[in-house]
């Protein structure tokens, strides 16, 4: 994952959320944010937008200790680079580590530890 942006989506405008600061909103006891990013194929993630790869993305995930709330399915088509997702947590702060992401290269590399072999979730 490359080229990791906050994104201003449209939803926040509606009234049920409300902003607190840097792209965070809160409803209902959950924080949410919005990120765009571009896949790398030659990483073994996904080719375009309407399939975005499990890894890095679970790595993410487990990492910040957020979850995908929403897909962007009209922004998430095969004709797009650019994939857009929402991450929610029911703490900022999770929220607040995740951006810590933007504008970094996060992917996974595979990596010998003990003559073991394993993956790691990379961010730099």
Known sequence: MKEIK???ANKYQDGNYEKLNDGIYR???LFFVTLSFIQEPE???GNDASYISQYP????LDKFGVFVSDFYEKENIKDNDVCCLEFAS???KDIINLLTIINKHVYNKNVIIDGEESVTLIIE
């Open 6 to 8: 906050y994104l201003e």
């Open 27 to 29: 409803k209902d006891n």
């Open 43 to 45: 990483l073994g993630e």
């Open 57 to 60: 993305l679970e790595d993410i």
């Open 90 to 92: 029911n703490d900022a």
